[in-house]
């Protein structure tokens, strides 16, 4: 996506570290209107697996671009499971990486037809924040004035894989950018599902987060496969006989794949 005006974006990025993308995206948490308590916008493995492409997204997009990112979980379970999603404009600037939130755990289908509008995002000039809020911790700190910008240092420390998701109490350090200052923060709530997406315009530069590592799907439980298969027939059947219409069939064919991270 296009950088607003007056923008003082440092790319293209060579120096971006996946990990530490991965370490804030597994532990940022979103208070959302629907759910009314802190949520984690995506889980630690879908967390690595974004942290990678927003990386490369970085290292592609030049200083006229931002990166759009879209991050989405799924609630509750088929036939009425939802789409909720989470829209942020992403860029670098004094060596921090800037998330500017939007949209914040908001029903997916709202943007998902041909024609739809990208989910929002905000802007540097002001908030567009809707849906939810942000759940403040001491490893990062907010823009002044500002609820739904997050500044991050880049190049933080490593943390051993089981403990991918930061505590509130430990800031990190950052080399050559200066330590997040202290906010308060809220109590962590359990993990939610959540697959990521984000995609950069007009460049070519893209970020997607799909579905988890093979490894991953190799852990889901017998019961689980045989409730997808059991779904994909209903679905079918009911789109056979008319009684939903393509759109829906492949909108509910993509929300039973992406639960059990296919």
């Known amino acids: 996506m296009s950088a607003e005006e007056g923008s003082a974006n440092e790319h293209p990025v060579n120096f971006v570290d996946p990990e530490s993308l991965a370490q804030l995206l597994a532990s940022l948490q979103v208070v959302s209107e629907a759910e009314g308590k802190p949520v984690y916008l995506m889980s630690e493995n879908q967390a690595i697996d974004a942290g990678k492409h927003l990386a490369r997204a970085l290292n592609r997009v030049d200083e006229s671009q931002d990166v759009l990112m879209v991050s989405y979980r799924n609630v509750g379970k088929f036939p009425r499971a939802r789409r909720l999603s989470t829209g942020a404009r992403v860029f670098v600037e004094d060596n921090r990486l800037n998330l500017i939130f939007g949209q914040v755990d908001t029903f997916l289908d709202e943007f998902r037809e ?33 609820e739904d910008w997050v ?3 880049i190049n933080l420390t490593q943390s051993p894989r089981s403990q991918l998701r930061l505590e509130s109490n430990a800031a990190p350090v950052a080399a050559g950018a200066a330590t997040a200052a202290p906010n308060s923060s809220r109590a962590p709530a359990a993990a939610s599902q959540a697959s990521t997406s984000a995609a950069t315009a007009p460049a070519a530069a893209s970020v997607g987060a799909g579905a988890a590592a093979a490894g991953t799907a190799a852990k889901v439980e017998p019961n689980r496969w045989r409730d997808l298969e059991q779904g994909l027939e209903t679905l079918q059947r009911l789109r056979d006989k008319g009684l939903i219409t393509e759109a829906e069939y492949q909108s509910k064919r993509q929300a039973l794949l992406d639960a059990v991270g296919m």
């Not at 995002?121 to 849906?131: E, H, I, N, V, Y």
């Open 114 to 146: 041909p024609y739809a509008k990208q989910p929002a995002t905000g802007g540097r000039g002001k908030s567009a924040l809707s849906g939810g809020t942000l759940a403040a911790a001491s490893w990062f700190t907010f823009k002044p004035g500002r």
């Open 151 to 153: 500044l991050f240092p």
